[in-house]
């Protein structure tokens, strides 16, 4: 509030709040790090943090390939692999997938459309220590020997006290509605982001895909999460206080569970893919040297996906017997929404025909994307078929389906995305001849583990056993996959070498080194804390790339100078769109803005980091004692208070 | 105030926010999207309560225990309270300041009187013999009215919060946005209760045990 | 002919049945229409309720609803207690907590007076919750006969 502004003002009256420790100024050091509010470094933070999750969730992963490459193995105990197969769900879904593609929405949305930060960066912060402490809360259950085992959807009342009486689904219940509420939060911030701080002139419709893609994503977030959390907490309460939501007992239905998970668990598979969907969007384009091909189809796709993804849940509950009726519904649902996903994938097909490629890395990745997950895409609509998917329900085969959509799709995009931003967020190339191999061998060892895992499944193996018999035939099978495993993990390796070599090496990428085609490559590599030293002004889609390609303006906009835009006879009457259209003039980024001086950004704060971690103790207290929770509402209130006595800035001593 | 949720914005004349590309306020589009957030959190719950109605195994069931008269009038309180936010917010805007403070108070009064009957519901029933661990109307009952009290409790707080704000000055006319989403969340807490008032209370009073 | 209609049914690109609009920069339409200028004066009075040069309506209009509100709070009570009604009690019962929930998001939370936007995503948000929660509750329903 410091921008002068001509209304009724006057000097804001400051309520003050003592101060423990010192507002840190400093940009450098731990304390830099703790209270940032700037989003490209709680981007990085979100990228490391969920990359050692990865490689926890990964090395669970191992162990139960290890377990299954032989029949009768007697190397880890049911119990046992029981928790590992839930712990690496549960990692995968919720520690991995999601916050790595919140580590990319963090580094580029600001940077694509054009602003200097998020709306809210202290809440941004406040996302990423929830998730922190969430995800650290969870996986302490390790410690204490008694993970979570109820599978990643926890169904009821298996994972109820009377079948479950150990403490570790309650560690995955409070840890999962910690880890919901930074979802909520990162997905309101971006949501108001996205709306409200485009640069002038980029309307809705010449937002890149990636942008969109992540505001889609973020209503998903918003409206999906609270669904888990009411089960998690219907479940917590029965658990720690003894209702009956769960308790069949007592009336409880556990169908009731399933639909409330689904409910939530569809939307949430598209929150998982979709942000990989924008990331291959942007891949694709650069490298094919031509623009997207069809974006309005493959927004208004990402769209429909997001809105039909909410009416499919059941054809996870085909054999739980809910009759003709529904499951036909439910069928007939699921196939059409595998409409949409296919006009993605041709999509980009056709973004590609007729390009002249470059086989770079990211582009490698970002290929196979679409080939992983067009087959991931296959199995699925087999079972979206009512009587095929009772043959396929809880085998191999749907193991095999998601690991092709969620690896094969998300994570595959995820690697294509940090080679293709790495030279934009560092400042230095990573090592393309390695890459290449990483990606080979990934490629490879992934097709190695889940391909066979279709067979296993007609084949009737089911999945979550922790041992099979001899005669069963399903050895050789088992041990190829265990195989690709283990190149996958390699694979995983070679990332790693990749990056330390590179830093080592530090090859310059320059501001530009793909021939990028969105606002973020414009500005240095590393970018400067605050982005854009001037907001850009948008007239087109790609609106870098055709700045340095004038010439080719003509060749892709035919219709571009052939007069006004006319509006469609009757949007008089739609005054908003009309207004956001036209709203877009300069004078809306402040007129005070030009130099560097007049650049403002937030101060850092260290309150987000204590609210998250009073709201993880008042979560320990509920598993514990009440005084633990007493304890975490006063650090949550000493976070709240602060906060909000906070000003964004200090006032500055008047130098100018 | 404005600090609160560190964002940045600039207003014009008219008290319209002008650094945004809709024109919208940054929290004003952040507190209706948490609704619709929020409308789905309830809706579970809700949608729970009405998958279990008349579906518990042993009483008391609702018909033995629920009170009308009594919820009408908390319900009448909550409904006034939001009138009482509605008028704060108008008068913070207009600059009258004393007006504002007061209707905040109000506001303030009005939802503890609200939570006070809720105190006073939850004891009860646990003295005729209701409580979560009962069956499963006391079940969804409590927990979906309980996290409903939560709602309105920290509304009680953020509101005390802002009336001490405008007695000191740091809430006027110029940052009323900052009363304008707490009034939000206070309504919207309003319709929930509208909601379960209908759905607990008037619809399901009649509710004996299960139809088998 | 189509300018009949045009005339009956609009005024400038908008139908006259439209509700006043009460944003203080728009431009105060003439009345015509099927009643002529016979609806001025109630149109007048009207927006002195409502719009008086805000952007909210004034503290009066929101006695007005609250008192409405009130209102339709007894005669929900009282129908309550009317065991005539039998298996129209539960529609009555939504119609008038729907009733009640649009004057509060209208006119309490400005749904009505605000720009749109708002107004679109609470819909939407609503539509979905609506949706697959009755959608929900069908599939139980159906799946609990079935069973019996
Ligand atoms: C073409 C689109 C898709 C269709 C038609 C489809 C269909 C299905 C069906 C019918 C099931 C239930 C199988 C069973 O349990 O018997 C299923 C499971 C699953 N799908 Fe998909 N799917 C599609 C895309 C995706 C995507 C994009 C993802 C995630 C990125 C995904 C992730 C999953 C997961 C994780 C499961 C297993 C859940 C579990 O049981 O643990 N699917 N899919
Ligand atoms: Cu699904």
């Known amino acids: 509030m410091q921008t ?11 309520l003050s709040f003592p101060r423990i420790i010192p507002r840190p100024k400093s940009e450098y050091g731990i304390w830099s790090w703790i209270s940032t509010v700037d989003h490209k470094r709680i981007g990085t933070l979100y990228a490391v943090t969920s990359f050692f999750w990865f490689l926890v969730g990964g090395i669970e992963a191992l162990l139960m390939r290890v377990q299954l490459s032989q029949a009768d193995s007697t190397l880890i105990d049911p119990e046992m692999f029981n928790q590992l197969f839930t712990m690496h769900g549960t990692t995968m879904v919720f520690l991995v997938v999601m916050p790595l593609s919140a580590a990319f929405f963090n580094w580029l949305i600001p940077l694509q459309i054009g602003a200097r930060d998020v709306a809210f960066p202290r809440l941004n912060a406040l996302s990423f220590w929830i998730f922190l402490f969430g995800s650290l809360f969870l996986n302490f259950s390790w410690l204490i020997g008694d993970a979570p085992n109820g599978g990643w959807f926890g169904y009821a009342p298996n994972s109820h006290v009377a079948f479950n009486p150990t403490n570790g689904m309650n560690f995955w219940v409070i840890g999962l509605n910690i880890l919901g509420v930074a979802s909520i939060a990162a997905g309101l911030n971006f949501i108001v982001t996205i709306l409200n701080m485009r640069a002038p002139g980029m309307s809705l419709t010449k937002m890149p895909v990636f942008t969109w893609m992540t505001f889609v994503t973020s209503v ?68 094919s040297r031509k623009p997207l091909f069809g974006y309005s189809f493959l927004v208004f796709a990402g769209v429909a996906i997001g809105f039909m993804g909410w009416f499919v849940w059941s054809h996870h509950m085909f054999t739980v017997g809910l009759g003709p009726a529904a499951n036909s519904a439910f069928a007939i649902s699921t196939m059409a929404i595998a409409i949409p996903t296919g006009i993605k994938i041709f999509n980009w097909i056709g973004t590609m025909w007729g390009g002249s490629i470059r086989f770079s890395t990211a582009m490698l990745f970002a290929i196979s994307f679409i080939a992983m997950f067009t087959i991931g895409g296959l199995s699925g609509v087999m079972h979206a078929s009512v009587p095929s998917d009772a043959q396929q329900q809880d085998t191999y085969f749907v193991v095999a389906h998601f690991h092709y959509v969620l690896f094969g799709g998300a994570i595959m995009a995820i690697f294509g995305g ?25 490629l490879i060892g992934f097709n190695l583990q889940f391909a066979p895992q279709h067979w296993l499944g007609l084949d009737g193996m089911p999945r979550r056993i922790f041992t099979y018999a001899e005669n069963m035939g399903w050895e050789n099978t088992n041990m190829i996959a265990s195989a690709g495993g283990f190149l996958m993990a390699f694979s995983v390796l070679l990332f790693m070498i990749n990056v330390v070599y590179s830093a080592r090496k ?26 854009f030293e001037k907001i850009p002004n948008v007239e087109h889609r790609d609106d870098f790339w055709f700045t340095k390609h004038p010439e080719l303006i003509a060749e892709y906009y035919h219709d571009e100078h052939s007069g006004e835009l006319t509006a469609p006879s009757g949007a008089q009457f739609d005054d908003d769109v009309a ?18 001086g007049g650049i403002h950004l937030p101060d850092m704060s260290y309150y987000p980091i204590i609210l998250a971690a009073g709201l993880t103790i008042v979560g320990a207290g509920l598993m514990t004692a009440v005084p633990v929770i007493v304890i975490g509402t006063i650090v949550l209130l000493w976070g709240l208070l602060g906060w909000s006595f906070e000003p964004v800035n200090d006032p500055v001593p008047d130098s100018h | ?100 403070t007061f209707w905040i108070f109000s506001v303030v009064v009005l939802g503890a009187i609200f939570l006070l009957f809720q105190v006073y519901e939850f004891n009860h029933f646990g003295q005729v013999g209701l409580t979560p661990r009962t069956n499963l109307f006391g079940t969804t009952f409590f927990i979906l009215t309980g996290l409903h009290g ?21 809430l006027r006319a110029d940052n009323a946005i900052d009363l304008e989403i707490a009034g939000l969340y206070w309504h919207f807490v309003d319709i929930v209760w509208i909601v379960i008032f209908t759905v607990i209370y008037l619809i399901s009073a009649r509710d004996v045990g299960p139809p088998g | 002919m189509s300018n009949f209609w045009n005339k009956l049914l609009y005024h400038e690109g908008r139908g006259w049945w439209d509700l006043p609009r009460t944003q203080w920069q728009d431009p105060n339409p003439q009345m015509e229409g099927p009643f002529g200028h016979g609806i001025a004066p109630i149109k007048r009075t009207w927006e002195i309720i409502t719009a008086a040069n805000y952007h909210h309506g004034t503290p009066w209009f929101y006695v007005l609803i609250g008192a409405i509100l009130s209102i339709i709070t007894i005669v929900e009570v009282w129908a309550f207690t009317w065991e005539t009604l039998g298996g129209l009690l539960i529609p009555l019962m939504l119609v008038l907590s729907l009733a009640k929930f649009i004057l509060v998001v209208g006119f309490f939370m400005h749904l009505k007076f605000d720009r749109k936007y708002y107004a679109w995503i609470f819909t939407a948000c609503m539509i979905i919750g609506i949706g697959i929660f009755v959608a929900l509750l069908l599939l139980l329903e159906y799946g609990n006969q079935t069973q019996q």
């Open chain 2, 1 to 100: 105030m404005a600090a609160a949720t560190g964002t940045y914005e600039i207003k014009n004349e008219h008290g319209e926010v002008i650094n945004t590309s809709t024109g919208l306020s940054n929290k004003k589009l952040l507190m209706w999207s948490f609704l619709g957030s929020d409308v789905m959190f309830f809706g579970s719950f809700i949608a729970t309560y009405l998958v279990y109605r008349n579906r518990s195994l042993v009483g008391p069931y609702p018909a033995d225990i629920l009170d009308i008269p009594i919820t009408s009038v908390s319900t009448f309180v909550l409904l006034m309270s939001s009138l009482a936010m509605v008028l704060a917010l108008s008068y913070i805007q207009q600059g009258r300041q004393k007006m504002g």
């Open chain 1, 506 to 531: 530090r090859v310059p990428a320059g501001d530009d080194p793909w021939d990028g085609r969105t606002l973020e490559w414009s500005i240095s590599s590393p970018p400067p804390h605050y982005n």
């Open chain 2, 150 to 170: 939560a709602h309105v409790t920290l509304g009680v707080l953020w509101l005390i919060f802002l009336g001490f704000g405008s007695i000191k000055g740091s």
């Open chain 1, 418 to 442: 940090i080679y293709f931003w790495w030279p934009k967020t560092t400042g230095y190339m990573l090592s393309e001849k390695l890459g290449i191999i990483n990606w080979l061998i990934m």
């Open chain 1, 4 to 14: 002068t502004h001509p209304g009724p003002s006057r000097e804001p009256i400051s």
């Open chain 1, 220 to 287: 998903l977030i918003v409206l999906a999460l609270p669904v888990l959390t009411v089960a998690l907490i219907q479940l917590q309460v029965d658990r720690l206080y003894g209702t009956h939501f769960y308790n069949t007992a007592a009336g409880g239905d556990p169908v009731l569970w399933q639909h409330v998970f689904w409910l939530f668990g569809h939307p949430e598979v598209y929150i998982l893919i979709l942000p990989a969907m924008g990331i291959v969007s942007e891949i694709l384009p650069v490298f």
């Open chain 1, 579 to 596: 207004e956001e259209e036209d709203e877009h003039s300069e004078e809306h980024h402040g007129d005070d803005e030009h130099g560097h």
